[in-house]
């Protein structure tokens, strides 16, 4: 069964661009969530969808946001980039809500010059 | 979110077992512990769960203390594919935590040859 896949794996941008990521869960999977991993903040939670509802939200600006398709496909998307925005962001899914084995993809580099 | 507490590093060397310590001294009644790890380059990756009972699986055992507010992550042998950080962290099943996990800065764990 193939693992969590994210696009694209690395990604340069320009201060106040916007950038959409996408995650594509394992089959079956309809939990996804989302992390930024930095160096001097660790891993940090984004959001979590399921079945197309976010249903929890982590403490970050309203410039970042994400969504889930019918197919539990996610993307997440950050406007607006700042230079403190450059970090590691992961997604995760898991079989069901409240899973205990969350399954993560390999993350997008995200680069904001 | 209750706080998990747990050492910035540790060695080992192969073959050897290895006890990786954490502390949860406000761990509420209905916090599952969950022990990730994250090796060099990649996403994290779940590790074993427990509530109350000591478990085991394939890859390590999970002893937790009769009050909970401890627990230590075995690996048997260690070899120099678990050097990772390794991570333990609270989640509150009973809430609405769904697919929420909070990383601490967890546990750098060097495996010598």
């Known amino acids: 069964k193939a693992g969590v896949t994210q696009t694209p794996r690395y990604l340069i941008k320009t201060r106040g661009q916007q950038v959409t990521l996408s995650c594509s869960p394992i089959?079956?999977?309809?939990?996804v969530s989302w992390y930024q991993q930095t160096p001097g903040q660790g891993l940090q939670f984004l959001f979590e969808?399921?079945?197309?509802?976010?249903?929890n939200k982590g403490n970050f600006p309203g410039r970042f946001s994400g969504r889930q398709f019918s197919n539990s496909r996610s993307e997440m998307n950050v406007s607006t980039l700042e230079l403190g925005d450059s970090a590691l962001y992961l997604c995760?899914?898991?079989?069901?809500?409240?899973?205990?084995?969350?399954?993560f993809g390999p993350g997008t580099r995200l680069t904001v010059t | 979110d209750a706080k998990t507490t747990q050492p910035n590093s540790m060695e080992s060397n192969e073959e050897e077992p290895v006890h990786l310590p954490c502390n949860h001294s406000?761990?509420?009644?209905?916090?599952?512990i969950h022990w990730y790890r994250q090796l060099p380059s990649q996403g994290p990756e779940y590790v074993i769960h427990?509530?109350?009972s000591n478990v085991n699986n394939r890859m390590a055992s999970l002893a937790i203390a009769e009050d909970r507010k401890s627990s230590t992550l075995i690996l048997h042998r260690a070899t120099l594919r678990d050097a990772a950080v390794y991570y333990c962290?609270?989640?509150?099943?009973?809430?609405?935590?769904?697919?929420?996990?909070?990383f601490g800065q967890g546990t750098i764990l060097t495996v010598h040859p």
């Open positions: 995760a899914s898991s079989l069901v809500n409240q899973a205990h084995e969350q399954y």
């Open positions: 089959s079956g999977h309809r939990s």
């Open positions: 969808y399921f079945s197309e509802t976010q249903r």
């Open positions: 406000t761990i509420s009644g209905t916090d599952y």
């Open positions: 427990g509530l109350t």
């Open positions: 962290i609270l989640r509150d099943s009973g809430g609405t935590s769904y697919g929420k996990l909070t």
